[in-house]
Each structure stands twice: as C-alpha cells, then as structure tokens.
C-alpha cells in the first residue's frame, strides 16, 4: 500500500498537476497534449520542479495536508495565470507578488463586483477546505529519523535529477540565456520552469570580464564632444497602449484615427521603436526610454522599478540634463504609488512629479481610467514653473485596457475587419486612441505658441492587450510601436528605427547633447557592433550592482528632494465663516485630506484654492490660544498641536505631501 500511495501522490499527481497547469496556461487541452508530446522534455522537467515542491510534503506528520495545500498552491497559480492571460498578454511570474497593491488599485478596470465577490467566496472556501482538512487528516505519529533520510534522499535526488537534466538538454536550459518574449517563453518550456526562473533570475548577471580594466576600455573610448549652447525644453510623452492600428492589415475605418500623429509622422523626424514588452509592464518600456538600459538585460519579467530602483539612484536623462540647468518634470494622469514612481523618480532624478492627486479636471474614460485631455494643460504648467529650460515626462493612461465589454453607442471612428469577438473592443480602442491623437494635437498648437525652443517626443509604450498576433501585423513584429519627434527649431527629417533603449540618446544626439556615460555610449558606439550590447550589459551592472568603476568607484547620483505636484499644495489661511471653517490655500484637489491636532477633519473640496469644513467643527477659545512650542517633538506637521494640516494621499492611503501646519491662534474671523 506504501508504495501504491508514494507513486500516487508525488509521481501521477505532479504528472497531472503539470497537465493541469499547462492546459490553463495554453487555454487548451489538445494544446496541453500537443506540449507533451512534441517536448517531452521539457514535460518532464517541468514536472520535476513540480515532484520536487511536492516532496517537502514528506517531512512533516500530517503529510496528506501539506502534500494538498502544494498542491493547491501550483492550482492556484495556474488559475491566476490562465486570468492574468485574459486581460494582458504576459503571463503570472515571481515579480507579480511585488506588485499585488498595484493590482488591487486596478483591479475595478477588469473585474466587476460580482466577480470580486465570487473571488472572495473562492478564497474563503479554499482556506475552510485547508482548515478543515488539516484538523482531519492523519497524523503519522511514527515519523522517525527513517522517514527524515528518506525525504531527505527524495529530495537530492529530485534536485540532481533537475540538474543534470538542465545541464544536459539545451532546449531546457534555453530560457536563462535565449528568451526574448516571455510570453514565447512561457509557451515553449512550460510554467513551472520559467516561474521558477522568475524567482531565481533577477538584477543582471555579472558579465564574465567585469573589472575596473574593462570598463575604463569602454568609457577611455568615448569622446568628450561639446554640448551646444542651445538649451530647449524637451518633453517625452508615453502613450499607453499606442500603435498605428494601420499596421493590422485586415482592419478597416470609417476615418483616419490618428490623423495628427500621421501628420506629424510625414513632416518630422519618426521610425518604429522596438519596446521590452507587449500588452502590459508599462514600466519597464519606461526604464529604457529614461536610463539608456536594457530590461533584457535583467531577470525574466523582471521589474526594475519593483526591485533595483526602488533604493539604488541611477543615471538618467533626468540626471544628464540636471548637470546642464534643465529642471526636470515627470506628469502621469494616475496614482502615484503605481509602479511606485513616487520612490523610483526620486532616485533617476525627477524634480516634480504631478500625478493625478495634484490634478483639478479629471474625467474618466467608459473603462474608469482618466482621460488624458488634462495633460496638455499639466504639461505647460511644468514649463512655466521655471524660468531655465525644462525636460518633461508624460505619461499617458486613456488608452489603457481593458477594452472588451465596453459598447460604444455612437463611435466616431468606426472599425470593420476586426477579428470575430473583439469587434466591441477594437472599435472601443480606437476610438481611445483618436482622442488621444486630439490631445497631441492641442499640446503642439500651445506649444507652437510659446517663444520656447522645444523638442516633443511621443511614443507608444506597447501593443495593446487585444489577442494581436504577429501574422495580424504588416511588420510581423509584437514588440515595435511608432515614434515621432516634433520640434520647432528645423531639425532635419530623420527617418530612423530604434530599441526604446536608444531613443533618448538619439533625440538629444539630434540637438547635440552629449551629457552622460550612457547617453555618449550609445551615440558614439556603432550599435551593429558585436560589442555594443555587452559593452552596455557592462555599464549597466557597472552603475546599478557593481563598484561604479565608471565614475571612479564613486556613486555620483543622488536622490533628488522629489516635489509632489508641479507645484506644491499650499495652506495659506483658515477662515471662520458663517458656514463653518474654511481653509485656504493653492493646489488643492479633491484627494486632499484636514488634520487638526492629528486628528482627521470632514471637508470638502470646493476648488484648487478653497477646502470648506463641515459645519459641526468648531474650535474651543483653548485651542484658539498660542500652545508655544510642543511639549514633545514632532516629526510630520500633522503631529503639531493645535494647528491645520492638509495632506495629500493616494486611494490607498499613502501621505503624499502635506502643506506647513497652520496654528489654530491664527484663525481669522
């Protein structure tokens, strides 16, 4: 019997656990038999890793309940894979969990109540299962050393298994070095392996040669060029989800739905931009357009905004143009804590960072995301916050997905030729994407107002979550977007196509700025060159996980001293009317919060200048007194006695900034 129930439980039951998994991950059974047949493998090894996991199950007394609650671990993955595949091309990896609070704020865009509910229900019934069988299930009260040696043996010779198998199969051990779309990925060697890479896979590789000597070959070799004299303000817009829908060759419009960007397109500087990801991971396309580096180059799927940059500053073309008087600006029509762009700005050298907590005007998309009609007016207020030259990043969010459900009752574009079941959700994206175009639009008209030099760099940061596939697109190409560069100044028309990695330098080359190791490594550097990307590999671990050999053996980048909102949120006075308590101040919007004396206070947001209190609040003549110095002492201006505070949080209920504590003694009647 012991050896009918060990074959059972840790050799069929990861075998069908594998199946299980891959039939999710594939969203097909045929597609799970066609794996194992053709990859046998790779089927194998993939249900190794699951036998492996499985196996811990045979140290402990009620084995039957551990080995379930693995099981029901690799379950549930699959399940969230198998969803997660649904509203976004890449599939469930490690870095997932480091971005569970990201997911949650989102998460009323793709799920509705119902299902959240449903959701809830599952994970309750999931864990009384877990409860209920770990109270039931049997105890092995003779678990001696015997058992121990043996799990023990289990378990070496698993991971020996796993190793030598890795080792000796090259299409098992492709994935640490010859990925490139993770989705491929994923599809080609199977969950559990590249899930488990995903763990072990992250921050970049030390290169074999890296030493002082072979980077100072690299940076010996780069030329001091002057930069120019010329200073103009250059700004960056990321367009989420953006493409030329003309590349998908069987859609047809009842208009042209990017008539502007077209335009622009024909009479400046433009080319395709190959981008780090398709259909999500926003972020990553976003840390190669501003480090110069590439996400490639890191972990699979890895973030960077979630790990490495989350403490460690870096060189930026923020960093780069600080050393030349710019000032420098990031506005996003979303919350600041995504991605976690309120800590990682302050760390490649952003001075501001307006996200929609400091914005008045917001309306909403039929999906709930903001509109981006806002933008072109955020954007301007970043160029005259200052009286020197400004960079400017934009980063849009309208065009975000999810696009299916959503039925437009009178489109203005309307879109024939789209595949069957996704008619619905084409005609709603572009539709999002020509009111984007009509944003682009009334930036370069204010901007052609100015008597201000300017660079505007616009870009889509992926493909759109919408089923593409490559044989849909006349460039065969999941990974490229567009990219188009207006200026006033009479740049020459470039046609050029780039890795998002290149684009900044090559836009700054364009006005001749030469500021930065990597800025100059990738104007100067031939980039068909055999060395150019180790060469860069290189630089990147140089700065970011080695001892900065590149500047001496000295971090030269520090954190900036990151202003929340392109201005700050001031409170200027506190009024007693005769509807109660009126705060003044600039800046307010309604995600600022009152504080008095620590203590929440009910308001309303009344316009950017004015916060009303609610009428029950009233001041006793003992707080209206001057308390002097506070007895203890306080580290945030909420903790001052006796005085206003407005804060500025995040949906979640993260601080984002607050104003200076004002002393109830100076309340004016």
């Given at each position: 019997m012991k050896v009918k129930r060990y074959v059972s439980f840790y050799i069929l039951l990861p075998i069908v656990l594998e199946f299980l998994i891959e039939a999710l991950s594939r969203k097909s059974l045929i597609a799970a038999v066609k794996y194992a047949i053709n990859s046998p493998l790779l089927f194998a090894f993939n249900t190794l890793i699951i036998m492996l996991t499985l196996s811990i199950a045979m140290f402990f007394k009620r084995e039957v309940f551990a080995l379930t609650t693995i099981s029901v671990v690799w379950v549930i993955f699959g399940i969230v894979n198998f969803v997660i595949l649904h509203f976004r091309v890449t599939p469930f990896s490690a870095v997932d969990f480091t971005l569970i609070k990201s997911a949650i704020s989102v998460s009323s865009h793709y799920l509705n109540l119902f299902t959240i509910a449903m959701i809830i229900v599952a994970i309750f019934v999931v864990l009384i299962g877990l409860i209920c069988l770990f109270r039931k299930a049997p105890v092995n009260e003779q678990h001696g050393h015997r058992k121990i040696i043996f799990s023990i043996l289990c378990c070496l010779t698993l991971g020996v298994a796993i190793i030598v198998l890795h080792r000796s199969s090259n299409s098992v051990q492709a994935l640490s070095t010859h990925y490139t779309n993770i989705s491929e990925a994923y599809e080609n060697y199977g969950f559990a392996y590249c899930f488990a890479n995903s763990i072990l896979d992250t921050g970049i590789k030390k290169p074999g040669d890296y030493s002082k000597q072979s980077v100072k070959k690299i940076t010996k070799a780069l030329k001091d060029e002057k930069n120019t004299d010329?200073?103009?303000?250059?700004?960056?817009?990321?367009?989420?989800?953006?493409?030329?829908?003309?590349?998908?060759?069987?859609?047809?419009?009842?208009?042209?739905?990017?008539?502007?960007?077209?335009?622009?397109?024909?009479?400046?500087?433009?080319?395709?931009?190959?981008?780090?990801?398709?259909?999500?991971?926003?972020?990553?396309?976003?840390?190669?357009?501003?480090?110069?580096?590439?996400?490639?180059?890191?972990?699979?799927?890895?973030?960077?905004?979630?790990?490495?940059?989350?403490?460690?500053?870096?060189?930026?073309?923020?960093?780069?143009?600080?050393?030349?008087?710019?000032?420098?600006?990031?506005?996003?029509?979303?919350?600041?804590?995504?991605?976690?762009?309120?800590?990682?700005?302050?760390?490649?050298?952003?001075?501001?960072?307006?996200?929609?907590?400091?914005?008045n005007g917001l309306t909403d998309s039929p999906n709930g995301w903001s509109n981006d009609d806002v933008l072109s007016r955020e954007i301007m207020k970043t160029l005259d916050s200052t009286s020197g030259p400004d960079f400017t990043m934009a980063i849009t969010v309208q065009s975000h997905g999810k696009y299916d459900g959503i039925a437009l009752d009178d489109p203005t574009i309307k879109v024939t030729g789209a595949p069957e079941g996704k008619e619905q959700a084409y005609e709603y994206y572009v539709n999002e994407i020509h009111e984007v175009d009509r944003m682009i639009d009334t930036l370069i008209k204010e901007l052609s107002n100015r008597k201000e030099e300017t660079v505007l760099v616009l870009y889509g940061d992926h493909l759109p979550s919408l089923d593409i596939q490559k044989d849909d697109l006349s460039n065969a190409n999941l990974y490229q977007t567009q990219y188009v560069v207006w200026d006033n100044m009479n740049l020459k028309k470039k046609t050029k196509n780039l890795h998002a990695y290149q684009l900044y330098a090559e836009v700054l080359d364009r006005i001749q700025i030469h500021e930065g190791m990597i800025t100059k490594y990738h104007q100067q550097t031939k980039h068909r060159s055999k060395l150019y990307l180790t060469g860069l590999t290189t630089l990147s671990y140089d700065l970011l996980y080695g001892d900065n050999y590149a500047y001496d053996g000295e971090n030269p980048f520090k954190q900036t001293e990151l202003q929340m909102g392109t201005e700050p949120v001031k409170l200027t006075s506190v009024q007693k009317t005769k509807s109660g308590y009126r705060v003044v101040g600039s800046g307010f919007t309604p995600y600022c919060k009152v504080y008095y004396d620590g203590t929440l206070v009910e308001s309303e947001w009344i316009s950017s200048e004015c916060l009303q209190l609610q009428d029950e609040f009233e001041l006793d003549e003992a707080d209206k007194k001057d308390s002097g110095e506070p007895e203890t002492e306080v580290t945030e201006p909420r903790d001052v006695p006796n005085a206003f505070v407005v804060e500025v949080q995040s949906d979640d209920g993260v601080v984002l900034s607050s104003t200076q504590a004002y002393p109830a003694s100076q309340v004016k009647k």
């Open positions: 010329k200073r103009p303000n250059i700004i960056f817009i990321q367009l989420e989800s953006f493409f030329d829908v003309g590349y998908e060759k069987n859609l047809q419009f009842s208009e042209d739905p990017l008539p502007v960007f077209h335009s622009l397109q024909k009479k400046y500087s433009s080319g395709l931009v190959t981008v780090p990801t398709v259909g999500a991971g926003t972020v990553n396309t976003e840390f190669e357009i501003l480090t110069g580096m590439r996400q490639h180059d890191f972990g699979v799927s890895e973030y960077p905004y979630k790990t490495v940059l989350k403490s460690k500053t870096s060189e930026s073309i923020c960093t780069d143009l600080k050393k030349l008087g710019y000032s420098t600006h990031a506005v996003h029509n979303n919350e600041a804590t995504f991605y976690g762009r309120n800590t990682v700005f302050s760390n490649i050298g952003f001075d501001t960072f307006c996200s929609m907590e400091y914005m």
